[in-house]
């Protein structure tokens, strides 16, 4: 390739501040070095995650930045000490590192990893490469990356540990998906919920990453699952998904978790909130079964500062978690998701409601926040 070593200009969506449009700009993206890739984004996707820096209400957020951690592309270039990668190579970035050497990617008990920070919100970490610099520059200034991945650019640079080379015939406006929605959803029910053969299933919020987990209950042989959502728009794609029954808390005459209650004789086995506000959180846990229920924690409001639980409600057999990427680790299982989409195992094609060319970017946010997508693809 002719731009090996060289400094690319590209198009790249920044956010100079919170509570204001992206604005699209040219950039300058420095060639990758030692352990780093610098891969040509093809797809990206938006989640509400992309969201957060830019509300002005989350104090954490660093700016300038280019968000986006839901792409696909293909390696232009590797640094010094890349074995795993070569240019052409097709790829998805992960926000989810895996060393492959530390004591949580040595342990089957979690997918985490030491290159993520264990104290900081995981929306404002990897916010520089591992040298503390920044491999994006816009009219002389760097630009900080976002969740070691960036990819609403036309290029990036990641660390050869948040990349995973996946299929040559992967179709990149899909299985951009599984860097974060897809996967987190799918992977709360399968792999931390553990959802079992036979169970009743509650699923609370019914985006991209509810949809998901509908798909992963069902996948888990869930004989029950109960969809919930305050857009009654959403239960068409969810019972095609495969949730049994659909409920919206603003139709009924009494709290949700009751209704669940009474509709399961005592609570659900498993209860999964992708809804991420304290009222859903809360909701969850009630309508979960004493003695075995369990309640996974999967998205959370950025402005959400804590919950309250009596110590009863756990003592008498509740039990709850929460998920980060949905348990999987991430350069070890994106490939074999690559695989299982392209052999029909799930059904990516149906979360995507809009695809758009990237220089619309904010015209996708307004969509996303007021409701009307699940997914929307942006392309270059």
């Known amino acids: 390739m002719g731009t090996k070593g060289k400094v690319i200009k590209c198009k790249a969506a920044i956010a100079w501040e919170a509570g204001k449009p992206l604005c699209i700009e040219e950039v300058e993206v420095a060639p990758p070095k030692a352990h780093e890739v610098r891969v040509q984004i093809i797809a990206t996707a938006l989640c509400h995650t992309d969201a957060h820096p830019i509300n002005p ?7 300038p930045v280019i968000l986006g951690h839901e792409g696909a592309g293909i390696v232009e270039s590797v640094g010094p000490g890349v074995t795993s990668f070569k240019p ?11 060393c492959g050497k530390c004591k949580f990617c ?21 916010e520089l490469m591992e040298d503390k610099t920044s491999r994006f520059t816009c009219k002389g200034k760097p630009i900080y990356h976002f969740m070691g991945t960036s990819t609403f650019t036309q290029y990036t640079v990641v660390s050869d540990i948040n990349l995973a080379k996946i299929d040559d015939d992967a179709n990149l406006e899909r299985v951009c998906l599984l860097g974060c929605g897809f996967s987190t959803g799918y992977g709360a029910a399968i792999n931390t919920a553990k959802v079992t053969p036979g169970s009743t299933c509650a699923i609370f919020g019914l985006g991209g990453v509810g949809l998901s987990a509908i798909m992963g209950c069902k996948v888990a042989g869930a004989s029950r699952i109960i969809a919930i959502d305050i857009n009654s728009e959403k239960f068409t794609k969810a019972k095609a998904l495969g949730a049994t029954d659909c409920l919206n808390p603003r139709n009924l005459h009494k709290p949700i978790q009751e209704v669940i209650i009474e509709m399961t004789k005592g609570g659900v086995d498993f209860a999964l909130d992708c809804a991420g506000g304290p009222e859903a959180m809360r909701a969850a846990l009630d309508c979960t079964t004493a003695g075995w229920g369990s309640c996974t924690f999967i998205g959370v409001d950025s402005e959400i500062r804590g919950l309250t639980i009596s110590p009863v409600e756990l003592i008498m057999g509740r039990t709850i978690n929460g998920t980060c990427f949905g348990g999987w680790k991430s350069i070890d299982s994106i490939p074999k998701l690559v695989t299982d989409y392209k052999n029909k195992i799930f059904d990516l094609d149906i979360l995507v409601t809009h695809t758009l060319p990237f220089d619309k970017i904010n015209e996708a946010f307004d969509l996303m926040n007021q409701g009307k997508s699940i997914r929307i693809v942006l392309t270059f």
């Open 106 to 126: 040595l342990s089957p008990l979690t997918n985490f990893c030491t290159k993520l920070s264990l104290v900081k919100n995981p929306i404002v970490d990897q």
């Open 88 to 98: 052409g190579d097709k790829v998805i970035p992960l926000y989810m590192p895996q």
């Open 57 to 63: 209400k989350f104090k954490e957020a660093l700016f």
